[in-house]
């Protein structure tokens, strides 16, 4: 997907490391790492380097074990909070 505005790859940036931090989606640690890496790469093919590199120590962060994949909690679905 191309980037062509600053506020576009501020976007992309924010939801990547809201992703890390386990607050946009639900998904294995692999699945994330995948997708912020081709976050990463969109970002420095569309002239975003700023943008990547900050990722890139989201990413690295990820990578060293400081967040942990969420998990789907059924309780969540159905509108009850987790003990």
Not at 32 to 51: H, M, N, R
Not at 56 to 78: C, N, V
Request: hydrophobic share 35%; glycine share 6%.
């Amino acid at each position: 997907m191309s980037i062509s505005t600053k506020k576009q790859a501020n976007n992309r940036l924010k939801y990547a490391i809201r992703a890390i931090q386990g607050k946009e989606f639900i998904s294995r640690k692999e699945t994330l790492l995948e997708y912020c890496i081709t976050v990463k790469a969109d970002l420095k093919k569309s002239g975003f380097p700023w943008q990547a590199w900050i990722l890139d120590t989201w990413i690295h962060r990820l990578q060293g074990g400081e967040f942990t994949a969420r998990r789907a909690d059924p309780r969540e679905s159905e509108g009850r909070s987790s003990p």
